[in-house]
């Protein structure tokens, strides 16, 4: 008879890779201020939760944006178009 009556000592397997398990980790638990970027040509201001998450598209960065109007609604932008701003 075996001794061994725990779970055992593997992790369960992800459903997510573990690159999504952190970056999701991170928006959950770290509080961190939005970088505030403008548009330099229009001069829209948006916000950023994560400048260091980029989406390399065809060799060009995109970073994931929104206006505070709408949070919820978020767009990708080419990284090198947006500056950011010094106040948030």
């Given at each position: 008879?075996?001794?061994?009556?725990g779970k055992g000592s593997k992790p369960r397997p992800y459903s997510i890779t573990k690159d999504q398990f952190s970056s999701n980790w991170d928006l959950i638990f770290m509080n961190k201020k939005p970088v505030k970027l403008v548009n330099p040509l229009n001069q829209e201001v948006w916000f950023c939760n994560d400048y260091s998450n980029v989406k390399l598209v065809d060799d060009v960065e995109y970073v994931t944006?929104?206006?505070?109007?709408?949070?919820?609604?978020?767009?990708?932008?080419?990284?090198?178009?947006?500056?950011?701003?010094?106040?948030?």
């Open positions: 008879m075996s001794s061994e009556a944006v929104y206006k505070l109007e709408n949070p919820k609604r978020t767009h990708l932008m080419r990284k090198e178009a947006l500056r950011k701003s010094s106040n948030v």
